[in-house]
């Protein structure tokens, strides 16, 4: 017997790493997570056009849809092409049926065909930061739903920092940002400190050092690719929301290895602290309460039975009204062909980093 939920909300996703799978190795094998973002993810978003950036949105929002997610909180980085590039993920996220908040990862690593590292925080904003501050305020001034994206603190200047601090309060939204994800960002809380506010998004917090205001988006997963340490969201006071940081929308799957991890650390946490973390990032997407997802599991709204049913998958899902999913089969595009453009789009990634 099938079971019916309210939908579910990926709370920080990179749509532009959809279509990474299957890309080439990378030269230097990755020996830290600095060179991991070095050797594999800035090298991928420096390869985006506009073109493959919305197929590979298209693929993720597509798959998100079908595993019961029916709005993204995304956050975006193409150095190349920053103009407009919010607008085609929201194109795609549209042409899918999917709710998207978007923002742009405002960065001064990138300036003057150099990449860097480590940016000091005394450095003045480079030309690409400006780029991408101006993209966010563009995307949000045209009524688009979303935030200001700043990629991390030890990537920008605090210029850059305060600069999107005060142009998400001109737009009464938050920061979208990755903090103290790894060690080279150990110093994002003391320089985020007098900053954050409490509709922020503080990606990651693993090697966060102190409070700071605003809810803070735990993505179990990624963490563990990326081996940079296990985040004690629950060490803080603050709300804690669920992330996937771009490897899927599967917000079940999600909350599955979060408790696991949770469990890991402390033999006393129970599954429903990690399902209350899958509604909180709802108060971003009010309209969401008309969304819902039948499940082939009939106690699939029960934490404890989902936390250890394997196999529970989406079958139906009803957006405001709609079947969009039907039997696991979307009703309002075809999916073999987002899945035929997007892999024709791979390959002309892919081209780029051999």
């Known amino acids: 017997m099938s079971f019916e939920t309210r939908a579910m909300v990926c709370a920080h996703h990179h749509l532009y790493s959809s279509l990474a799978r299957g890309m080439p190795a990378p030269k230097t094998a990755p020996d830290s997570f600095i060179s991991v973002l070095e050797n594999i993810w800035w090298k991928l978003d420096m390869a985006l056009d506009l073109e493959t950036l919305y197929w590979s949105a298209a693929l993720g929002a597509a798959e998100a849809l079908c595993s019961g997610t029916t709005a993204i909180i995304d956050h975006h980085e193409s150095p190349l092409v920053i103009d407009g590039s919010l607008d085609v993920i929201a194109d795609a996220c549209a042409m899918v049926g999917v709710k998207a908040n978007l923002s742009y990862g405002i960065t001064d690593r990138w300036d003057n065909n150099a990449l860097h590292s480590r940016v000091s925080p005394l450095s003045p904003m480079t ?16 009524g688009g739903r979303g935030m200001v994206g700043v990629h ?6 605090d210029e850059t920092l305060h600069s999107a601090s005060e142009l998400a309060r001109k737009f009464d939204t938050g920061v979208h940002i990755h903090v103290a994800e790894g060690p080279d960002d150990k110093d994002a809380g003391a320089r985020l400190e007098k900053l954050a506010d409490k509709n922020w998004l503080l990606v990651h917090a693993v090697h966060l050092d102190r409070h700071l205001e605003g809810t803070i988006v735990h993505n179990p997963r990624s963490n563990m690719n990326n081996a940079v340490g296990y985040a004690h969201p629950t060490r ?7 992330g996937t940081d771009g490897i899927g929308a599967d917000m079940l799957e999600e909350a599955r290895l979060a408790y696991v991890r949770l469990r890991e650390s402390d033999i006393s946490s129970t599954p429903e602290t990690v399902w209350g973390w899958l509604h909180t990032s709802e108060k971003y997407f009010p309209e969401i ?12 709204d029960s934490p ?7 196999g529970i998958r989406c079958v139906d899902v009803v957006v405001a009204g709609n079947t969009v ?4 089969i979307p009703t309002q595009f075809d999916m073999a062909e987002i899945r035929a453009k997007a892999a024709q789009a791979a390959k002309k990634l892919h081209k780029k980093l051999i």
């Open 127 to 142: 030309d690409a930061a400006q780029q991408g501050l101006r993209e966010n305020e563009r995307f949000l001034a045209s």
């Open 304 to 310: 404890w039975h989902a936390a250890f049913t394997p």
């Open 236 to 242: 803080f006071t603050n709300d804690i929301a669920l």
């Open 289 to 300: 309460v008309n969304d819902t997802v039948t499940w082939s599991y009939d106690m699939s």
């Open 152 to 157: 991390a603190a030890f990537t920008c200047s």
């Open 325 to 328: 999913v039907k039997d696991g």
